[in-house]
């Protein structure tokens, strides 16, 4: 890591910050940091993870259209609105059923997706023909929907080290009804010997999952700030790895489900500096806050600010960062 590592991950919590946790149930090093990012706007993030968020669906284009699959759902009760960052996206209003539990999830008519989520792959723009890398690609959120944009042609390779989160990555590709894809079990950084052979990469980095507290608010508590450290050290690992794996011209997303910035604009600021062939360019979507330069007195590359960030107090979604990346 570089040598602003020492200023980013010490933190001491401020008496106000050590009240916010106990109020709120976290770890003081979360709210201190929590209160730089958001500033006067804290207390609304806090709130806002309080709540439950609203459950979204994707609709599987590969089986079925998005008006025909409303219309069922909305026949069994469901009300459905549109999200309108998603082309296949929907927000779902009223659920008088499980979502696991209709035939139209079991038929693999639609995926259970957080609406931020599905924002990585629409970000990448994989096309039918190209060669499509899923570093981390377990459960298969990700996965299933770069093959369907991809209608099922070309190739990817979905890549995760679980066993057991292979197992459901498999299940949901042939419930889905993707036949594009290649499975493989295995640290994804020992993968660069193949070379730069990818024209798209996917890379939905492991993190502490900060962005996940309304879904999971045991994270208020389940992460320390050296597990924070580490999981930044194998973030920069894995980047460095996409960067290796994608062709010249090619495309990278670096995604995680946490708002931290040590985990997001720290990281790819890192990667930017050991390469001047790589930068991150402008998505193309109309949604999020732009990429945050500077954090706990360190200056981080300003091409980060090109990255896109999404919070459940000003978007309605789990916590995101999205960087989209073009080696050239």
């Known amino acids: 890591m570089g040598d602003d590592e020492g200023e980013l991950f010490h933190v001491k919590p401020s008496r106000y910050a050590v009240e916010l946790a106990e109020r709120y149930g976290y770890l003081p090093y979360m709210i201190e940091r929590y209160a730089e990012i958001f500033g006067e706007r804290l207390l609304d993030f806090l709130e806002a993870c309080e709540k439950p968020l609203r459950r979204s669906i994707r609709c599987n284009t590969l089986k079925i259209d998005c008006g025909s699959l409303a219309r069922r759902l909305e026949a069994k009760g469901f009300k459905l609105r549109k999200i309108p960052w998603a082309p296949h996206g929907f927000w779902v209003e009223e659920e008088p059923l499980s979502l696991g539990a209709t035939e139209e999830y079991l038929l693999g008519y639609y995926y259970i997706q957080g609406a931020a989520s599905m924002l990585p792959a629409y970000i990448l723009e994989p096309r039918p023909g190209e060669r499509v890398l899923d570093m981390a690609a377990a459960p298969g959120g990700k ?111 670096y995604t995680t489900c946490s708002i931290a910035p040590e985990e997001n604009e720290y990281v790819v600021s890192q990667v930017l500096e050991n390469h001047p062939n790589l930068a991150v360019v402008e998505p193309g979507v109309d949604v999020g806050l732009p990429g945050i330069t500077r954090f706990r007195g360190v200056d981080f590359d300003p091409q980060v600010g090109r990255c896109r960030r999404l919070y459940p107090h000003t978007h309605g979604t789990e916590g995101f960062v999205i960087c989209l990346l073009r080696k050239y």
């Not at 190739?155 to 498999?170: P, T, Y």
């Not at 299940?171 to 993968?191: E, I, K, P, Q």
């Not at 999981?231 to 994608?246: C, G, K, S």
């Open 143 to 253: 996965t299933t929907q770069l093959a369907q944009l991809m209608l099922n042609r070309g190739v990817i390779l979905a890549v995760d080290i679980s066993r057991r989160r292979v197992r459901a990555l498999r299940s949901h590709l042939n419930r889905m009804g993707v036949t594009n894809t290649v499975v493989v079990r295995t640290d994804a950084r020992r993968l660069v010997k193949l070379g730069p052979v990818f024209d798209k990469v996917m890379l939905d980095a492991p993190c502490t999952g900060e962005g996940l507290i309304p879904i999971d608010p045991s994270r208020k508590k389940s992460r320390t700030m050296n597990d924070l450290r580490l999981l930044a050290r194998l973030q920069v690992e894995l980047l460095e790895a996409a960067f290796a794996l994608t062709r010249s011209g090619g495309y990278i997303v």
